[in-house]
Structures are given as structure tokens and as C-alpha cells.
């Protein structure tokens, strides 16, 4: 189920970093449903705020569930490129408390406590000609956020992204690839 998108102001002046220690909300503006178990997240600041973070980073939901309150982290598949909003990805995953709720729960309009961004995992933190992205499954996500940065910079990169998953079931977040993919499909594989 796709809904409408969230339109930033984009001539307004440039928004204030998001803090999670300020304004620990976020709104969900968007659901995109990727394949039958994964769907993408999209997610705003109450109000506005540019979002900083490293493409590879996570942040942690802060939710209630069942009169429980149940923290997750999520790599953020969005890129920092495009400041507006952030997107998590989610498989759901059998049994899950948090990937389950979110799937059947949670709605355009709702709010979710987060902090963050945190973590290491990012090519940013070493900046190279050449990079060797390897995933499997959902772990795709923080290397596509890296893919999609680099891409938006205007990187002359070489970059070799391998990823492993399910047929059918489990596609590659962002269905639309960077201007410029080549396609080796004896490998099952796109060079970006």
C-alpha cells in the first residue's frame, strides 16, 4: 500500500539537524510495500529538521507493543543525500514482536520514538576508488544506503555489489537503480 508523499518546504530556508535527545519522534509519512514480507518506512520529524547520518547507520525504535516497551534498531536505507526524511526497511520475520507490528500496525500518521543515528558500518568512514559491497538478504539495506549516497555525490567509484537472497520473496529495497547500472545477470549481480 503506497500512500502520498511528505512535500518538504524546499524553498524554505535549510532546516535544523534532527536530535534524537530534542525531538525523539518520528512520523511515519509513507508506506511502500517492496516484496509480500518487506516493506519500506518512510519517516519525518515532527517538524522541520534535516536528518545527518553516516549512509550505513541505524537507529532504535522505541515502541509499545502489548503494554511492553520494546526497543529494535534499523539501519536506515534511506541516504543522507536527501535530508528530508529517513526510511527503514523491515523483513517481517516469523515470530518477530517488532518486524510483526510494524507490518500489521503501524500507519501513514503514526508516531514512533527513536534515537540515533549510531553505529560504524559506513564506506564514508574510509573513502576509497574501489569498493566490494557483499549481502545477503535484508542486509542489503545499509549497503544500498551507501550505494544510493554515493550516487548522489557524483562518485567515480568503482563499486562491486554482490548480494545474495530468496527468489521472489526478498528483492533489493528501491527498486530503481542508479542512473548508469550495469547488469551482469550470469552472476545474478548488478555493477554500479
Given at each position: 500500500?503506497?500512500?502520498?508523499?511528505?512535500?518538504?518546504?524546499?524553498?524554505?530556508?535549510?532546516?535544523?539537524?534532527?536530535?534524537?535527545?530534542?525531538?525523539?519522534?518520528?512520523?511515519?509519512?509513507?508506506?511502500?510495500?517492496?516484496?509480500?514480507?518487506?516493506?519500506?518506512?518512510?519517516?519525518?520529524?515532527?517538524?522541520?529538521?534535516?536528518?545527518?547520518?553516516?549512509?550505513?547507520?541505524?537507529?532504535?525504535?522505541?515502541?509499545?507493543?502489548?503494554?511492553?516497551?520494546?526497543?529494535?534498531?534499523?539501519?536506515?536505507?534511506?541516504?543522507?543525500?536527501?535530508?528530508?526524511?529517513?526510511?527503514?526497511?523491515?523483513?517481517?520475520?516469523?515470530?518477530?514482536?517488532?518486524?510483526?507490528?510494524?507490518?500489521?500496525?503501524l500507519r501513514v500518521g503514526m508516531d514512533l520514538g527513536a534515537m540515533g543515528p549510531s553505529g560504524d558500518?559506513?564506506?564514508?568512514?574510509?573513502?576509497?576508488?574501489?569498493?566490494?559491497?557483499?549481502?545477503?538478504?535484508?542486509?542489503?539495506?545499509?549497503?544500498?544506503?551507501m550505494t544510493r549516497a554515493l550516487h548522489d555525490l557524483g562518485s567515480d567509484a568503482d563499486i562491486v555489489?554482490?548480494?545474495?537472497?530468496?527468489?521472489?520473496?526478498?528483492?533489493?529495497?528501491?527498486?530503481?537503480?542508479?542512473?548508469?547500472?550495469?547488469?551482469?545477470?550470469?552472476?545474478?549481480?548488478?555493477?554500479?
Amino acid at each position: 500500500m503506497s500512500t502520498p508523499l511528505h512535500a518538504p518546504d524546499l524553498a524554505a530556508p535549510a532546516s535544523q539537524p534532527w536530535s534524537a535527545d530534542q525531538d525523539e519522534t518520528l512520523r511515519c509519512v509513507q508506506i511502500r510495500k517492496e516484496t509480500v514480507d518487506v516493506k519500506t518506512f518512510i519517516l519525518a520529524a515532527k517538524g522541520p529538521r534535516s536528518f545527518r547520518y553516516l549512509p550505513g547507520q541505524f537507529i532504535t525504535l522505541e515502541l509499545q507493543i502489548n503494554g511492553r516497551s520494546v526497543n529494535r534498531c534499523y539501519t536506515l536505507s534511506s541516504t543522507p543525500t536527501r535530508p528530508d526524511l529517513v526510511s527503514i526497511t523491515v523483513k517481517r520475520v516469523p515470530g518477530g514482536v517488532v518486524s510483526n507490528w510494524l507490518h500489521e500496525h503501524l500507519r501513514v500518521g503514526m508516531d514512533l520514538g527513536a534515537m540515533g543515528p549510531s553505529g560504524d558500518f559506513s564506506c564514508f568512514k574510509a573513502p576509497a576508488q574501489r569498493y566490494l559491497f557483499l549481502s545477503g538478504g535484508s542486509g542489503v539495506t545499509p549497503l544500498m544506503s551507501m550505494t544510493r549516497a554515493l550516487h548522489d555525490l557524483g562518485s567515480d567509484a568503482d563499486i562491486v555489489f554482490v548480494h545474495c537472497a530468496q527468489p521472489c520473496r526478498c528483492a533489493v529495497p528501491g527498486r530503481a537503480e542508479p542512473d548508469g547500472a550495469q547488469h551482469d545477470t550470469t552472476a545474478a549481480g548488478h555493477r554500479v
